[in-house]
């Protein structure tokens, strides 16, 4: 059973910076697409940034160059810079990995067979 487990969360204040951690269990996770999501109270989980293997990024438009998703292969672990963060960003924030390679099937929850638990980000205002 492939486990993600997400870290790095917490509260801060707008325009203040977070990085997140996704830790796999499996070294073969960290092969395929690794991707981050975001759900807010009352909201649908919405896709945030994923990293292809190939090393190719993809970002939603709501990111705007603030976030950026990098992994490490040696560490089973992939992360998520968050910098200039708004209070629009105050979500949980969920990895999940899968052999997901179009930006479409990215987007899209159903796509990815493997999700980590979360981890709250709060900014205030």
């Known amino acids: 059973q492939v486990q993600l487990v997400e870290s790095g969360g917490g509260s801060v204040q707008a325009g203040g910076s977070l990085r997140l951690s996704c830790a796999a269990s499996e070294r073969s996770v960290t092969t395929s697409t690794i991707g981050w999501f975001r759900q807010a109270p009352g909201k649908e989980r919405e896709f945030v940034a994923a990293h292809r293997r190939s090393g190719n990024t993809f970002y939603a438009d709501f990111v705007e160059g603030r976030f950026t998703i990098s992994r490490d292969n040696a560490k089973n672990t992939v992360y998520l810079q968050m910098i200039s963060l708004l209070p629009a960003d105050t979500a949980v924030y969920y990895c999940?990995?899968?052999?997901?390679?179009?930006?479409?099937?990215?987007?899209?929850?159903?796509?990815?067979?493997?999700w980590g638990q979360g981890t709250q980000v709060t900014v205030s205002s």
């Open positions: 999940a990995a899968g052999l997901v390679i179009t930006a479409t099937a990215m987007a899209t929850t159903g796509s990815w067979p493997y």
